[in-house]
């Protein structure tokens, strides 16, 4: 049954894949168009591994060409570094990346055609009814300090960890249906039994989730949850760690490295039985914006980078010549919008989140759609990403099997703002706009600081609206000042940010649309407040995660799906701005590289060796 509703996703998504050539439009003939070009590579084919026993001991067993042991990979990540190491407490990209090199969870994905695979786990199986998951652990596997991971390590951490809402509550708050969580149960030391209350299709995919040593977390939740916030910080000591993933944290150096070494007891083997991975070293240097980035790359200090569109044509004509070669993975699986503040409810002081004059703005749906039609997304194409995107109008990536392709694209149309505008009582007097209560318009537009692209994306939007008269104070600001007003003080106007997502299941976003989603920023409640003062339409996006989430067929699921881009696209929480095409470059000593849309270019970074010179 699973192997059938897999085999519709894969033909959807290798469709969604072949498409890719269709997004960069408008490029001049003598820039690079790399998705139609034959030599960046575009190589969806990867020899995934199989399970074997060898002495009593359930490995896998990588398929890949057999490589050389030892040497580094060093990539990078962007701003200030991560903020914890604890995988259940990752509230950024940077944290999760790190966390997840060391923590292995139950199952992955497919990196090519997106079927749910084992990983810790030997093998699953699903009951007929679509409620009972039974997960075969592998025997004889160990944790980094050589104690064997069993079943205990597995219902410790779904049990007091997740169910009991310690750390980032996300995983959590995907899994409540009627207010009721799954449960989980030990069958034997290597099985492990979950129930949910219904048939509940994202299920699967949560149970890649972390797992955790229970003898290393366990006095740390004895603690409670205050103690457990702080638990595996950027300030633990690296021999604190005790991992089950192919690398183990080595050194971390505030604001300059994170270094990864191997884990000798990682159960990944190569076709000689030898214990993966074959690297010494997984670095990541901590570049504090993208234009270091690739002074880093072009300096040799970095073997790894993920272009921005202007520098694609740059290092396609460099490629012949140099030691790095480019890949084509296709539309980003991320999303990067524009959002306005909703908020219209005072704090615990008796003061509104959002100054009153302005919350009338955001709340008018009029303006939001000006907004939206005075934004020049074509011109943001060519000119930040050299034609190496698309507009993007849906919270569904381009690659995403739920996009709803009957949500149209649409260009600029100052009239149509205008007009817009001009409904609500807006006007224009001497080039500056008003609001029907004679205030001027004028509000300020947040951004990361470091991510170049979006401050670039900033300038744009704020010349966009001003040509409609409106003041726009752009701010670009750390990261970690930016979060804390979209999701804890919540005194913000404008924001521009990305959100990570999958092409595969959208209720990963449950927590962003959901009306008390821990990532409802543009109408973010207080865990006190809950569901008050929902909105009609937030009830509307209540109902269809929820729907989608108990359909078990794709045709169903996607009905709700669609539905809910409909209710995004018709109330402009978000604007959405465009989806670059991701190309990387990576140095040519690099083997077992297999590019894929879903997982990058080092989604087997235990198989990925460097080669020999001859």
Not at 90 to 118: F, R, W
Not at 455 to 466: F, S, W
């Amino acid at each position: 049954m699973i192997r059938r509703v897999f085999k519709v996703l894969t033909v959807i998504l290798l469709a969604a894949l072949l498409l890719k050539g269709c997004l960069v439009k408008d490029v001049p003939e003598s820039d690079v168009k790399p998705s139609e070009d034959k030599n960046i590579s575009s190589d969806w084919t990867y020899p995934t591994p199989k399970n074997v026993t060898i002495n009593g001991v359930d490995y896998l067993q990588s398929q890949a060409p057999i490589g050389n042991f030892g040497g580094e990979l060093i990539t990078s990540t962007i701003g200030e570094g991560p903020k914890t190491f604890n995988p259940f407490n990752c509230k950024d990209n940077t944290s999760q990346v790190m966390a997840s090199i060391m923590y292995d969870g139950l199952l992955t994905t497919d990196p090519i055609y997106g079927e749910t695979i084992p990983k810790l786990a030997k093998s699953y199986s699903i009951s007929p009814d679509g409620k009972t998951y039974t997960i075969k652990l592998r025997h004889g596997v160990k944790w980094s300090d050589g104690k064997p991971i069993t079943a205990n390590d597995v219902v410790f951490t779904w049990r007091d960890i997740i169910f009991a809402g310690f750390g980032d509550t996300s995983t959590r708050d995907s899994l409540v249906i009627d207010d009721k969580l799954p449960q989980v149960r030990k069958i034997d030391d290597y099985t492990v039994e979950f129930t949910t209350h219904k048939p509940y299709a994202p299920f699967i995919r949560l149970l890649s989730a972390s797992i955790a040593p229970k003898h290393i977390f366990m006095p740390a939740v004895k603690k409670g949850k205050e103690y457990f916030d702080s638990f595996l910080s950027t300030n633990t000591p690296p021999k604190d760690f005790v991992t089950s993933g192919a690398f183990k944290l080595k050194e971390y150096v505030p604001a300059q490295r994170v270094v990864f070494e191997r884990n000798p007891n990682y159960y990944e083997i190569n076709k000689k039985d030898q214990k993966l991975p074959y690297l010494d070293k997984y670095i990541f240097l901590i570049v504090g914006d993208l234009n270091n980035e690739v002074l880093k790359f072009e300096a040799k200090e970095l073997d790894v980078i993920s272009l921005q569109g202007s520098k694609v044509a740059r290092y396609k004509s460099l490629e012949p010549h140099s030691d790095f070669k480019l890949y084509n993975l296709g539309p980003t699986t991320s999303t990067t919008y524009l959002s306005m503040n909703l908020n219209n409810r005072k704090n615990k002081d008796g003061k509104f989140y959002v100054n009153p004059v302005k919350q009338k703005w955001f709340q008018d749906i009029n303006f939001r759609h000006a907004v939206d039609y005075a934004i020049d997304r074509k011109n943001m194409v060519f000119n930040i990403a050299n034609g190496i995107a698309a507009p993007l109008f849906t919270p569904e990536s381009l690659n995403s099997i739920y996009l709803n392709k009957n949500i149209k694209p649409y260009d600029k149309d100052l009239e149509k703002s205008k007009e817009l505008l001009k409904k609500s009582g807006f006007y224009t007097k001497k080039g500056v706009l008003y609001d029907k209560d004679g205030n001027r318009v004028e509000f300020d537009l947040y951004t990361n600081a470091g991510n170049t692209e979006r401050e670039a994306i900033g300038v744009m939007v704020k010349q966009d609206l001003e040509d409609l008269g409106m003041k726009v104070n752009f701010k670009p600001i750390e990261f970690n000042s930016l979060v804390n007003k979209l999701v804890s003080t919540f005194d913000w106007d404008m924001v521009i940010m990305g959100l990570t997502g999958s092409p595969l299941e959208p209720n990963g976003g449950k927590n962003v649309w959901l009306s008390d989603g821990r990532l409802h920023m543009f109408n973010m409640r207080t865990p006190q407040e809950g569901k008050i003062g929902i909105l009609s339409w937030e009830k509307e996006l209540d109902d269809c995660f929820t729907k989608g989430a108990l359909a078990t067929k794709f045709e169903d699921r996607k009905k709700h799906y669609d539905r809910y881009q409909e209710i995004v696209n018709r109330e402009k929480p978000f604007v959405y701005i465009y989806s670059p095409v991701v190309i990387v470059a990576i140095r040519d000593k690099f083997k077992n590289i297999y590019p894929s849309s879903l997982g990058g270019i080092t989604h087997n970074i235990e198989e990925i060796y460097v080669g020999r010179e001859k």
